[in-house]
């Protein structure tokens, strides 16, 4: 190329479909200032005759598969006669080498560096503090380690600092808080210790702290609560001590989220809190927190996000949150709250899992607390039975003192009534300990977000799978608590029965029927399983069958939203059962949709989903489009293929325009199902209507089952 274009001056191929190595030809092109190449699937190592270009400014090869030819990213060391070079970046590319001591040498010019997402390893050279015009420095999501370099703090120019998700250790230099221009800075996901710098406070630029997931000691400084720029401050997962700010803010104060959860903070949570009026995200879950709940939240009018959990405060839910308009997330749960529960504004959207674990909390019957009415009636008897109390008190401590036995022995069974459980409902702990061998790994079958699932045998011969909520994991409570309301009145032959819940202080767990054959992802993406069209369809017709029951036969419709193959389980007889209701939505009356905070996998969510948290049937619909398209195809929307304005859709859909066979499954194919070509692209037009980006246009899970049987019939006709 170089050869053929020895005057080209900028060369822009970002966003394509390219492959192969670069042409060390280019460097021919010397007058070249602009290359960009980002996107695409260019692969091989970065020539190092790339400094040859020496009036180069704009050099962007980022989310390639570009790899190093040593332990050092020799090419830049090439770029140090790039005198001009202003734009350098190289992001999500599988380097995985160290930056060279060299790197300090590079052009002064220098206002972007872009490595994130490299596999970079090693220490981060101090040299980098000679980039005094840098503007954005980013390196995170690597595997650097060591201390951060106190020569950052001479870049005095930049703006964006970003080094989370590493492996950075030591504390939090003093240095960086000469960082006056500095906007944002990004250090979550390390292994940092020590204090937080006062002096960050004193950074009048500063939008945006991010300094969770470490191992931060001390009290949060205080200026940070006067800041007057500051939008987001996390120091969530952390080890800071002290109590919350004292100091009345004004209502013009930009903070919008503010994370604290995970700490050791403690005293009670100031009424000025109300003085961030731009609030929409606080976290102050599981700290020491305690005394009342401030009425002054209720003034957080632009609130949409709020977590009190794992605390120890008590009294009253203020009246005053009913009028939070915009709160679509609350959990007060694992706290001493008592009293009545709100019933107005949004407080009608929340369930059971918001409230759990105060025991003296009352309201409506879906909340899984007594009924008010209940509690003034034992109010009365209580004051009636004055003159017995000393019978009562000698009663209550033998009550006290076999209930605290028997929680060490065995779990209950959860609050919630499950009609449709076989006969033994109750197991206890040390049997759930026997049958899985101390919950040993041979008996791992699956893990996620919020545990892990063992196989397990009972004593008497039935074979059952253990859902073990991991309950240091945030969300694991709640995730429990929603399959449990969920379970507890669905009943489908193509959903996973629940046998027993057990429950106690520091253990939850599902006791679920096993399923033999494993998941649809084990079978699709095992060599050592093959899956036929007519299985292949049946499955289908089984999950789809599932969401119709779930959208439309039952009295208040469920949303599962993490629909996916590790979530389709399959007998003995390989008939599909739906699993996994752990961020399932339950609907209301009259509603057709709903907001959320909780989002399911990546490449099943629906585009409203994903974008804005709206679910509805429609997305379940979206995520069971792109299952089907998966089943078929066996590529994952994942798949490092898709990438840009590719994904596992569009190229189906580009594909089927030709041929089929081009995107079908190989397995297929060695079926000699070149006769059943109409059959293949009637499943993948099906796919087509259940994934378009408007939720208007999908085919309904009604529709779409009456669509499968038809092609399934059709196809077992014609075999």
């Known amino acids: 190329?170089?050869?053929?274009?020895?005057?080209?001056?900028?060369?822009?191929?970002?966003?394509?479909?390219?492959?192969?190595?670069?042409?060390?030809?280019?460097?021919?092109?010397?007058?070249?200032?602009?290359?960009?190449?980002?996107?695409?699937?260019?692969s091989g190592s970065i020539p190092v005759t790339i400094g040859k270009l020496e009036l180069l400014e704009r050099l962007l090869l980022g989310l390639n598969h570009f790899t190093s030819d040593g332990s050092e990213l020799n090419f830049?060391?090439?770029?140090?006669?790039?005198?001009?070079?202003?734009?350098?970046?190289?992001?999500?590319?599988?380097?995985?080498?160290?930056?060279?001591?060299?790197?300090?040498?590079?052009?002064?010019?220098?206002?972007?560096?872009?490595?994130?997402?490299?596999?970079?390893?090693?220490?981060?050279?101090?040299?980098?503090?000679?980039?005094?015009?840098?503007?954005r420095l980013t390196l995170d999501m690597?595997?650097?380690?060591?201390?951060?370099?106190?020569?950052?703090?001479?870049?005095?120019?930049?703006?964006?600092?970003?080094?989370?998700?590493?492996?950075?250790?030591?504390?939090?230099?003093?240095?960086?808080?000469?960082?006056?221009?500095?906007?944002?800075?990004?250090?979550?996901?390390?292994?940092?210790?020590?204090?937080?710098?006062?002096?960050?406070?004193?950074?009048?630029?500063l939008t945006w702290l991010l300094l969770d997931s470490n191992t931060l000691t001390s009290?949060?400084?205080?200026?940070?609560?006067?800041?007057?720029?500051?939008?987001?401050?996390?120091?969530?997962?952390?080890?800071l001590t002290g109590n919350l700010l004292s100091s009345t803010q004004s209502s013009n104060s930009p903070l919008t989220g503010l994370d604290l959860s995970f700490n050791k903070l403690s005293g009670d949570?100031?009424?000025?809190?109300?003085?961030?009026?731009?609030?929409?995200?606080?976290?102050?879950?599981?700290?020491?927190?305690?005394?009342?709940?401030?009425?002054?939240?209720?003034?957080?009018?632009s609130l949409e996000f709020l977590d009190l959990s794992q605390n120890n405060l008590s009294g009253v839910i203020p009246r005053s949150l009913e009028a939070l308009r915009h709160l679509e997330y609350l959990n007060l749960s694992f706290n001493r709250l008592q009293g009545e529960i709100p019933s107005g504004g949004q407080f009608s959207n929340f369930t059971a899992s918001s409230f759990m674990h105060n025991k003296d909390l009352c309201g409506a019957p879906k909340l899984e607390v007594l009924s008010c009415r209940n509690k003034q009636h034992e109010s009365r008897i209580l004051s009636s039975l004055k003159y017995i109390l000393p019978v009562i008190a000698a009663i209550n401590g033998l009550a006290l003192v076999v209930y605290l036995l028997r929680r060490h022995i065995t779990c209950i069974q959860t609050d919630v009534e499950l009609p449709w459980l076989v006969k033994w409902t109750r197991v206890s702990y040390y049997e759930l300990v026997k049958a899985t061998e101390s919950f040993d790994e041979s008996n791992l079958i699956g893990k996620g977000a919020y545990g892990s699932v063992f196989k397990g045998k009972l004593s008497d011969g039935v074979n059952v799978a253990v859902k073990v909520f991991n309950l240091l994991s945030e969300g694991a409570v709640k995730s429990f608590a929603i399959e449990c309301e969920v379970l507890r009145n669905i009943r489908h032959r193509n959903l996973v029965r629940i046998i027993s819940s057990c429950t106690n202080l520091d253990f939850r767990c599902l006791v679920m029927e096993y399923m033999s054959n494993g998941s649809l992802e084990q079978w699709l993406y095992s060599h050592n399983n093959h899956l036929s069209l007519v299985q292949r369809l049946q499955i289908l017709i089984d999950v789809a069958s599932a969401l119709e029951y779930l959208h439309n036969d039952h009295p208040t419709p469920i949303i599962h939203c993490d629909?996916?193959?590790?979530?389709?389980?399959?007998?003995?007889?390989?008939?599909?059962?739906?699993?996994?209701?752990?961020?399932?939505?339950?609907?209301?009356?009259?509603?057709?949709?709903?907001?959320?905070?909780?989002?399911?996998?990546?490449?099943?969510?629906?585009?409203?989903?994903?974008?804005?948290?709206?679910?509805?049937?429609?997305?379940?619909?979206?995520?069971?489009?792109?299952?089907?398209l998966e089943t078929f195809t066996r590529k994952k929307p994942t798949d490092e293929m898709f990438c840009g304005e590719l994904s596992l859709r569009s190229w189906v859909l580009e594909a089927t325009h030709r041929s089929v066979f081009e995107v079908v499954d190989e397995d297929l194919i060695n079926e000699h199902l070149y006769a059943k070509q109409e059959s293949l692209a009637s499943i993948f037009n099906l796919a087509m209507d259940c994934t378009s980006d408007s939720p208007s246009l999908r085919t309904n899970m009604k529709e779409t089952v009456v669509m499968l049987r038809k092609i399934q019939k059709n196809f077992?006709?014609?075999n």
Not at 148 to 177: A, H, S, V
Not at 186 to 196: C, D, F, V
Not at 219 to 239: E, Y
Request: glycine share 8%; proline share 5%; hydrophobic share 40%.
């Open 1 to 42: 190329m170089g050869f053929w274009l020895p005057n080209l001056q900028e060369l822009y191929l970002t966003s394509n479909t390219f492959r192969g190595t670069l042409p060390s030809s280019i460097t021919n092109s010397s007058k070249l200032w602009i290359v960009e190449l980002s996107n695409n699937s260019f």
């Open 142 to 205: 690597n595997e650097l380690k060591g201390d951060i370099p106190t020569t950052l703090g001479k870049l005095q120019n930049i703006g964006q600092l970003y080094l989370k998700d590493n492996m950075l250790q030591g504390g939090i230099p003093q240095e960086l808080c000469l960082l006056k221009n500095l906007e944002k800075l990004y250090l979550s996901k390390n292994q940092l210790s020590g204090t937080i710098p006062p002096c960050l406070g004193d950074i009048s630029s």
């Open 76 to 135: 830049l060391s090439s770029l140090t006669n790039c005198r001009k070079l202003r734009t350098l970046a190289f992001s999500y590319n599988p380097l995985k080498a160290f930056l060279p001591a060299s790197i300090g040498n590079l052009s002064t010019t220098l206002q972007i560096f872009e490595a994130f997402g490299c596999g970079i390893k090693g220490h981060i050279p101090s040299g980098i503090g000679n980039f005094t015009n840098l503007q």
């Open 563 to 628: 629909l996916k193959p590790s979530n389709v389980l399959l007998d003995e007889d390989m008939h599909a059962r739906v699993c996994d209701f752990g961020i399932a939505k339950i609907f209301g009356v009259e509603e057709f949709r709903i907001r959320t905070v909780t989002l399911g996998t990546i490449g099943y969510m629906a585009p409203e989903y994903g974008m804005e948290g709206i679910v509805s049937p429609g997305s379940d619909v979206y995520s069971f489009g792109i299952l089907m």
């Open 269 to 301: 949570i100031p009424s000025s809190i109300s003085g961030y009026q731009m609030l929409n995200k606080l976290s102050l879950a599981h700290n020491s927190l305690q005394g009342l709940i401030p009425e002054s939240l209720g003034q957080l009018v």
């Open 716 to 718: 077992l006709a014609n």
């Open 219 to 239: 009290s949060i400084p205080s200026n940070l609560w006067t800041h007057k720029t500051l939008v987001v401050l996390n120091l969530s997962s952390n080890i």
